[in-house]
């Protein structure tokens, strides 16, 4: 790693637009003083946005994304719901 340079990694289901750079910008802000610790916990825990500038987009890299093995409408459920065709369209 670069001096200077941070890695985060952030683990999640799912992610509100912008929220990740929140969290980053917000723990940067700490790291450097700016912002009191209580005051970024605070924000984290309670779901509001967390206080701080935004992280820099360019600095900030997804490295990876997966697709869970979930299907919220069980068979029983497709199976019963109304207007639904029962075969494909396109037969």
Do not use: C, K
Not at 42 to 53: L, Q
Not at 60 to 74: A, H, K, M, V, Y
Not at 84 to 90: H, K, L, S
């Amino acid at each position: 790693m670069a001096p200077g340079r941070v890695d985060v990694r952030l683990t999640g289901q799912r992610f509100g637009r912008y929220q990740v750079r929140y969290l980053v910008g917000g723990a940067v802000a700490v790291a450097r003083g700016e912002l009191p610790e209580e005051a970024f916990v605070a924000g984290a825990g309670a779901g509001d946005r967390v206080p701080g500038d935004q992280g820099a987009g360019p600095g900030l890299t997804l490295w990876e994304s997966s697709i869970l093995e979930f299907d919220p409408f069980p068979a029983a459920v497709r199976a019963a719901a109304a207007g639904v065709p029962r075969q494909p369209p396109f037969i």
